[in-house]
């Protein structure tokens, strides 16, 4: 059974920095693609971030471009997301994901494996 634990979320303001974990367990970390979503109160789940298996391959969405980083440690069997110049509009709980294919994906439904969520309030 494949688990994923996200950590890291907190209140924080406008204009500061956090730092998220997703610890894993009970598969083959290595070999998946990670994503990291969010979701925001009265929203959709939305596409945030995406890494290959192998690191070489990441995505942003539009909205995160530049303040946000997504990186994986495959001896820790972890991903992060550092999120820096953190906005209001960036409140939500956010999820991490791991995909079988190994591809880094935006498409949700592309993702086998969630975690919980962490949540994340940006105060103005």
């Known amino acids: 059974q494949v688990q994923l634990v996200e950590s890291g979320g907190g209140l924080v303001q406008a204009g500061g920095s956090l730092r998220l974990s997703c610890a894993t367990s009970?598969?083959?970390?290595?070999?998946?693609?990670m994503g990291w979503f969010r979701q925001a109160p009265g929203k959709e789940r939305e596409f945030v971030a995406t890494?290959?298996?192998?690191?070489?391959?990441?995505e942003y969405a539009d909205s995160v471009k530049g303040r946000f980083t997504i990186s994986r440690d495959n001896a820790k069997n972890a991903v992060y997301l550092q999120m820096n110049s953190l906005k209001p509009e960036d409140t939500a709980v956010y999820y991490c994901?791991?995909?079988?294919?190994?591809?880094?994906?935006?498409?949700?439904?592309?993702?086998?494996?969630w975690g919980q969520g962490t949540r994340v309030t940006v105060s103005s």
């Open positions: 994901a791991a995909a079988n294919w190994g591809i880094a994906t935006m498409q949700p439904y592309n993702y086998d494996y």
């Open positions: 009970g598969g083959t970390f290595s070999s998946y693609a």
């Open positions: 890494i290959s298996y192998g690191g070489s391959i990441i």
